[in-house]
């Protein structure tokens, strides 16, 4: 039997719905409180820079996706920048990577959660997760993004919870001023400081190059995807930034280790047990998207000959890269029972951060050799270049932080 390709099932609203679910993730319900302890009552302002930033780079992204509209998107990309047979590899087991301890650190967070709920061991609780999740994403594309979106529709309907508590609080907590005098006592280092902590609730956009092969039309469908995922996540942020501001002071958001159900309890007077089974099915969401993205990323590296050419085998009956899947699946499950993930998340991403001024790079050097700009969607030059400087800037900062530890 001939060997069969992965299947076109997915649609703007899926794929947008997918992105969305991978952006958002469970981060947002403790990072609000970091941010504010940073930026204080501008916490909405920083979300909103940090979201300008990510922009930079989702247009890098958009376009590249448009021009190559292949699994293991970023891999591809640096090599037709560079045409650098390893430096392609590496990128691929880089993005890979990133994957494998996302969905490690959130395995880990799922066992936080249902520890409110029931106490199980933690091997057998993360057998029973990872293995579940592994069918899923092995059943079919169409049936896991169709979960994914779902378990996203509820995420976005706790964090409407909490905007709808935050927007009809019967005493709100007073607003900052914008006048000339106010402003110029703001502390802009914490307000950037803050930003730079709230653009890690933006990273995910660039997963969802990934899944270009079976999206119907990707050359148009993907970036629109990419910006509508951004744009609603955009707007989540800061109305919950603002909505959380009204319930407490900011020196309270900062300090609370679950500010969201923390905002909850306050406005309402209720246990956060609602809040608490949402931020859970998050993590299950977030774990799947990145079962998914890394199982495609191998996928398609193989198909590129840059790993083994197995992990390319689509599975005739549900059309999905079971081996890959299978392997990224095993691999998380020992990440999350064995590594020290605290440390390598934050390696993770710093190292994230350089892949980006490598992909806006690569865009910058494209479009300087290409003699047509792609039919779908296309920025000028200096936007992958700004992006790219931006991103480089980032780094610097996650470096010093590093190194003062």
Wanted: proline share 4%; hydrophobic share 60%.
């Amino acid at each position: 039997m001939s060997q069969p390709g992965l299947t076109r099932n997915l649609t703007l609203p899926l794929v947008t719905l997918y992105g969305l679910g991978n952006i958002l993730g469970a981060g947002i319900y403790v990072l609000v409180g970091e941010v504010a302890r940073s930026a204080g009552d501008f916490t909405p302002l920083a979300f909103l820079l940090a979201a300008v930033i990510a922009l930079l780079t989702a247009l890098s992204f958009a376009e590249l996706a448009a021009r190559f509209p292949y699994s293991a998107g970023e891999a591809r990309y640096i090599f037709e920048a560079f045409h650098m047979k390893r430096l392609s590899t590496l990128t691929g087991m880089l993005i890979i990577f990133t994957g494998i301890i996302s969905a490690a650190t959130m395995s880990r967070g799922f066992l936080a959660y249902l520890g409110v709920f029931i106490n199980l061991p933690d091997i057998l609780v993360l057998m029973l997760l990872t293995g579940t999740l592994a069918l899923i994403a092995a059943w079919g594309i169409k049936q896991s993004i169709y979960t994914a979106a779902v378990l996203t529709v509820i995420e976005i309907g706790g964090l409407l919870l909490i905007i709808g508590i935050g927007m009809t609080v019967t005493e709100p907590q007073p607003s900052p001023t914008f006048t000339d005098a106010a402003i110029s006592n703001v502390s802009w280092l914490g307000v950037f400081g803050g930003a730079f902590l709230a653009f890690y609730a933006f990273i995910g956009f660039e997963d969802m190059v990934n899944v270009a092969e079976e999206i119907k039309r990707p050359e148009t469908t993907l970036p629109l995807a990419i910006f509508l995922a951004l744009g609603g996540a955009t707007v989540l942020y800061v109305m919950v930034a603002v909505a959380a501001l009204q319930v407490l002071p900011a020196g309270e958001l900062g300090a609370a280790s679950a500010p969201l159900a923390e905002v909850f309890t306050t406005a309402t007077g209720r246990s956060p047990i609602v809040i608490t089974a949402i931020s859970l099915l998050a993590v299950i969401n977030g774990a799947l998207v990145q079962i998914i993205m890394a199982s495609r990323v191998l996928y398609g590296m193989a198909q590129q000959d840059l790993v083994w050419r197995r992990f390319g085998h689509i599975d005739h009956r549900s059309h999905t890269p079971v081996l890959a899947t299978v392997v990224v699946s095993s691999v998380i499950l020992l990440a999350a029972l064995w590594l020290p993930l605290a440390t390598l998340a934050t390696i993770t991403g710093y190292l994230l951060l350089l892949l980006f001024c490598l992909i806006n790079l690569a865009l910058v050097r494209i479009k300087l050799n290409a003699t047509t700009a792609p039919a779908g969607f296309c920025v000028p030059l200096f936007v992958p270049f700004i992006a790219g400087l931006a991103s480089l800037g980032f780094v610097a900062i996650q470096s010093f932080i590093l190194l003062t530890k």
